[in-house]
């Protein structure tokens, strides 16, 4: 029910109809409802804005609304009811680490010259574009020598966007990477389940995967991730909040995101 808290008019030129109100009323718009019926009483020579009417359909539906979504609402559960306690926050005192710095490459020619600008960390895959070929099987074993050659980790990426024949593709891929014993990253669902299913040694997630609170990073766990690139969106402090649940971490610093493959 809704009762408008201003009182009608005397027209002076152009009372309200009965036909003039219900065209108002009637208009539901992207609403669920519809009408029925509608039984209007309307005294002659009444004046109601037409603006009031649009106000009382509004109010009238948010109310009905409301009352329909009542018995279906539950009680909110903190989540930190929900988190093990390790992902819960742990205070001011963090103990600092030094980063490494994390390049992901798409050829090995790339690779070659990341590792001699100082990357810590190769992720040898992801996206291909211009009709270049992902990396083969072939290279991520040569690239896993070289790397333990020189120190650094070498990590068997993928792209986040999938297709079913090139996830198809990707199982020799992964193949490699377990027998070397390497670190396999996935960015979609249908990589993770891959990637799992073949019973990889370590499994990190990549950003668009989106990850954005502790919980995530919990669930994240449970499936077997041992390391994830949080979500661009994320802003300092919020960094820091999950830096403190001892989850090992990454962020994107430097380079292009995608907004669209198509």
Sequence with gaps: RAVSAKPAEKALKHPLSAANAGELLLRLGNTPYRVEDIALDVAPGTLVPFSELNNLRREAVER????????????????????????????????????????????????????????????????????????????????????????????????????DPELTALAPYFRTAERLGLPVQVGNLGALRLAQEMGVPELYLDWPLYTFNALTLAQWEKLGARRLTLSPELNREQIRDLADTGFELECVVQGQLEIMVS
Excluded: H, M
Aim: charged residues 25%; aromatic residues 6%; glycine residues 8%.
């Design 64 to 163: 009905l609304t409301a009352a329909r979504l009542a018995a279906y609402r539950r009680k909110p559960v903190a989540a930190e009811l929900c988190l093990p306690a390790r992902f819960k926050p742990a205070g001011s005192k963090r103990t600092r680490v030094k980063p490494r710095l994390a390049v992901t490459v798409n050829s090995f020619a790339r690779a070659e010259a990341a590792l001699a600008g100082g990357a810590d960390v190769l992720y040898f895959g992801g996206e291909t574009y211009n009709g270049e070929r992902p990396p083969r099987p072939e290279e991520l074993e040569q690239l896993a020598r070289l790397g333990a050659e020189q120190g650094r980790e070498v990590v068997a990426s993928s792209a986040r966007i999938t297709a």
